[in-house]
């Protein structure tokens, strides 16, 4: 298996503009999450989805930023307007289950720069 | 989430055993005790998990203290490549839709 594919792997871009992360789960997972990792406040979750349904999403900073999962191999976090404090690197994962003990499996991660 | 304890770094000696020790006195029964580590530029990735006994795998031992209190993952022979920081998460197993709660973890050096 490819593992979690996210794209794209790098993105610079300036202060307003719109920013849209991605990500394909592992085939057969069922859930899917999204974190975010600074130096300031480490992993965060952002939001997850069982069955390509938000489940909570409590994590996102506020409604600038967006995800959506129309389908079981396909997500997207977008960041619309973007600021530099939403620097980060951003890291999908998916699990075969929402289940205590259930692996997740990470992406590589995005590294978004804002300026 | 019950909450979990680790030392900030530790060094270790390349071939030697190392002991990662994480503390989480609060735990309750159902929780899952996992370990995930991350390595330089890269997601975290999956290590081990366990319940109540000790566990091994490929990559680690899982020791669990009798109370749930407190548990240690061993790597037996560090390399190089276990550099990293290694985190110590709980996860309710009767709390569906709860999740990983990544805390500052350990970061481990291996001096060659």
């Known amino acids: 298996d490819a593992g979690v594919i996210q794209s794209p792997r790098h993105e610079v871009t300036e202060m307003g503009q719109e920013v849209t992360l991605r990500c394909k789960p592992i085939?057969?997972?069922?859930?899917l999450f999204w974190y975010r990792q600074t130096m300031m406040r480490g992993l965060e979750l952002l939001i997850y989805?069982?069955?390509?349904?938000?489940?909570?999403d409590s994590g996102m900073p506020e409604d600038r930023f967006s995800a959506k999962m129309p389908n079981a191999s396909f997500s997207t976090l977008k960041i619309q307007p973007s600021e530099p404090r939403d620097s980060a690197v951003y890291f999908c994962?998916?699990?075969?289950?929402?289940?205590?003990?259930?692996?997740?499996?990470f992406g590589p991660g995005t590294r978004l720069l804002v300026l | 989430d019950a909450k979990t304890t680790q030392p900030n770094s530790m060094e270790s000696n390349e071939e030697e055993p190392v002991h990662l020790p994480c503390n989480h006195s609060?735990?309750?029964?159902?929780?899952?005790i996992h370990w995930y580590r991350q390595l330089p530029s890269q997601g975290p990735e999956y290590v081990i998990h366990?319940?109540?006994s000790n566990v091994n795998n490929r990559m680690a031992s899982l020791a669990i203290a009798e109370d749930r209190k407190s548990s240690t993952l061993i790597l037996h022979r560090a390399t190089l490549r276990d550099a990293a920081v290694y985190y110590c998460?709980?996860?309710?197993?009767?709390?569906?839709?709860?999740?990983?709660?990544f805390g500052p973890g350990t970061r481990l050096s291996v001096l060659p």
């Open positions: 609060t735990i309750s029964g159902t929780d899952y």
């Open positions: 085939s057969g997972h069922n859930s």
């Open positions: 989805f069982n069955n390509n349904v938000p489940i909570d």
């Open positions: 998460i709980l996860r309710d197993g009767n709390n569906y839709g709860q999740n990983f709660v």
């Open positions: 994962a998916s699990s075969r289950r929402d289940r205590a003990r259930e692996t997740q499996y």
């Open positions: 366990g319940l109540t």
